[in-house]
């Protein structure tokens, strides 16, 4: 009984050291993959997400063009886009953190070259 126990221990510290690993590995990653998200929902009826595809809308860059990856002020605009539009874009109305999180994966786009 007491080496059963001792053993039900042992199992859940390994369970929790693996999960703290993996937390710690997922908190680094999900801004881009929260950002991901939102392009998709949010996005992708008018601009092309991943890179290397086309837009549907031909007025609207890409997410992983050097229109949208070498803008300055990406951030600035991201959240001033969100809020009122721009041209044909309506305002998106994304909070302070789904912005970031967007931007997140925008910038992820230009480091997987």
């Excluded at 092309?48 to 070498?70: D, K, L």
């Amino acid at each position: 009984m007491i080496r059963a126990a001792s053993l039900l221990v042992a199992a859940l510290l390994l369970a929790e050291v693996a999960d703290a690993g993996t937390r710690h590995r997922s908190k680094e990653e999900a801004p881009a993959q929260r950002g991901k998200l939102i392009a998709e929902r949010r996005c992708a009826s008018c601009h092309a997400i991943e890179r290397g595809h086309a837009s549907p809308s031909p007025r609207a860059p890409g997410f992983g063009t050097r229109e949208m990856q070498h803008t300055a002020g990406l951030e600035g605009r991201l959240e001033a886009l969100t809020t009122q539009g721009h041209y044909e874009m309506p305002a998106m109305n994304l909070q302070a953190s789904e912005v970031a999180d967007l931007l997140a994966y925008i910038e992820s786009l230009e480091r997987r070259e």
